[in-house]
């Protein structure tokens, strides 16, 4: 390891903690990342069907891209070589998970496919483990655990149906991939600017989306295209895209990555509400005790337990 590499290393270990006010003030707006997020599977399962899956992740990706490198363009004049080199390796994450998950998406339910989808609650920590050498706290373990006995709660009410198949192994797939996501940006975040890494992971992946497309059959004419399809692609790319991976990439480096996850397992509990506040669906008692699972998993996270040691 260099000089260089050395004190890179002492500046990350050297940044300073959030305290609890900011700390809940963070929590917040993952919280609202997560109610983004549960009312994008509706959009996207109806926008796909009429673009196909990577023009879909394309134009979103470029609409995102767009959005922050035009509000956010002085940072780019800055840009780095750290901001590109681990901005390239988050987009290809990035770029895997919504690739798997929205061509999943295409072979399964929206209830199975936030189910598996959310199996990243459990990885996260073991990849913290081997990549980052960080053991989970007590109050974390408790919370990953209620959050996928929450997780299968909401799937079971919804006739899940646990038979494998294309769709399955595609979303689990997309769930390592996004678990590997959310450590590297607590890995490599740190080093780099948080804006200019989200710039450059958004423009990877909306290159690669495109790169995909001719693989994919043939491409839909944009110009046939339904005008409320548009509408989805537009809050796609700056609502869930642009504005959320920033927040990501931002509020990780102060909770962790482990306290955030279970933050965005709160994801399919928005789902949840948005389906049956827009789509009709009835959330019964089981599914009622999956969403409470989920959220006294994100209040264990935040406890802390004494461990016996000497």
Request: net charge positive; hydrophobic share 50%.
């Amino acid at each position: 390891m260099n000089a260089t590499e050395v004190q890179q290393e002492a500046a990350v270990e050297m940044k300073p903690q959030a305290t609890s006010t900011p700390r809940v003030r963070y929590d917040l707006i993952l919280v609202l990342v997560t109610m983004i997020w549960g009312s994008t599977f509706l959009l996207t399962k109806y926008a796909i069907q009429y673009t196909g899956p990577f023009v879909y992740l394309g134009l979103c990706y470029t609409i995102g891209t767009m959005t922050l490198a035009g509000v956010f363009r002085k940072h780019l004049l800055h840009i780095t070589r750290n901001d590109l080199k681990y901005g390239v390796l988050l987009g290809l994450c990035l770029c895997t998970g919504y690739a798997l998950q929205t061509v999943g998406l295409q072979y399964t339910t929206v209830s199975k496919a936030g189910f598996i989808t959310g199996l990243y609650v459990p990885l996260v920590p073991l990849l913290s483990l081997f990549i980052l050498r960080q053991r989970p706290a007590i109050g974390a373990i408790i919370g990953i655990v209620l959050s996928v006995v929450g997780l299968t709660l909401l799937s079971v009410n919804r006739q899940f149906d646990f038979s494998l198949g294309v769709g399955t192994f595609l979303l689990l797939g997309c769930a390592f991939a996004f678990a590997l996501h959310i450590v590297c940006i607590n890995k490599f975040g740190p080093r780099a600017d948080p804006t200019n890494l989200s710039i450059v992971q958004l423009a990877v992946t909306a290159l690669l989306s495109f790169a995909f497309v001719p693989f994919a059959g043939k491409a839909p004419a944009l110009v046939s295209v339904p005008l409320l399809a548009w509408g989805a692609i537009l809050f796609m790319g700056v609502a869930d895209i642009a504005f959320t991976l920033l927040m990501m990439v931002r509020i990780q480096q102060y909770i962790g990555g482990v306290r955030a996850t279970l933050i965005y397992a709160l994801e399919p509990v928005w789902a949840a509400v948005f389906g049956y506040l827009l789509g009709g669906d009835r959330l019964g008692i089981v599914a009622g005790v999956g969403c409470g699972c989920i959220l006294l998993g994100m209040i264990a996270g935040r406890l802390r337990f004494a461990r016996r040691g000497p």
